[in-house]
């Protein structure tokens, strides 16, 4: 589903964000990225997702190049970052139909969609309002809803649990796990180790840009908990 292969990232100040970074998100895969901040990790994910630019390496998404063919990578993907910037003078309606017109979600698709999730987020009642009156988490689950209105293959979510309550959170845990169970993958970061440990099979840990650690979980941490291990590969 994903293929990193040998990523590299250098910013204008010489600093390598990501050094020759190889990883492999298979469908079925809920992959929790971990770091500390700085690592590197969402500089990675604006890779993936054809935000930023890359020096060296290459990354393939079902099967095609973000480098060469970005539409057909983006057309079965859906990225969320940590702050979603949403249009705030439209109404969560309009947002969501806007997303949907991009990837040329049909009216009888979109209007299931969003009578699916928007219940299941309850904002069905606020997705009239316009955006700009909406909390932080309000703006995140409206992020949510119009990243599933196209029911994506891989989704890339940039510390997705921050802003959302513990009703949304959970839901939000209930939406992954269906979106691997009809074949698609997952692939986020967070510094919640709690969760990947209790949500993902694999784990992947980068250090200063480097990779240090991939893998199914219980191989990665062994007989301890995923934040021992990851405070002893931090120290």
Request: proline share 3%.
């Amino acid at each position: 589903m994903l293929e990193i292969k040998n990523l590299t990232k250098t910013f204008s100040n010489k600093k390598k964000a990501v050094d020759n970074l190889t990883l492999s998100i298979e469908a079925g895969d809920i992959f929790g990225f971990i770091g500390a901040n700085g690592a590197g990790k969402t500089t990675t994910l604006k890779a993936v997702v054809g935000i930023h630019s890359f020096d060296e390496g290459e990354i393939n998404i079902d099967g095609h190049s973000i480098k060469k063919d970005p539409l057909a990578c983006k057309a079965v993907l859906a990225y969320i970052p940590d702050n979603p910037d949403l249009y705030e003078h439209l109404t969560g309606y309009q947002y969501i139909h806007f997303v949907a017109d991009l990837y040329n979600v049909s009216t009888s698709q979109r209007a299931q969609a969003i009578k699916e999730y928007g219940d299941l987020f309850e904002m069905t009642p606020n997705l009239g309002n316009v955006i700009s009156s909406y909390s932080h988490g309000m703006k995140q689950r409206t992020a949510i809803i119009s990243a599933l209105v196209h029911s994506p293959k891989l989704l890339i979510l940039d510390e997705p649990f921050v802003g959302l309550d513990p009703k949304a959170t959970f839901l939000l845990k209930q939406v992954i796990k269906e979106c691997v169970s009809n074949g698609g993958a997952i692939f986020f970061s967070t510094h919640v180790l709690d969760v990947v440990e209790k949500l993902c099979n694999k784990v992947a840990v980068i250090k200063t840009g480097k990779l240090i650690a991939s893998g199914p979980i219980e191989e990665i941490k062994g007989n301890q908990s995923l934040e021992a291990f990851f405070m002893e590969v931090e120290s």
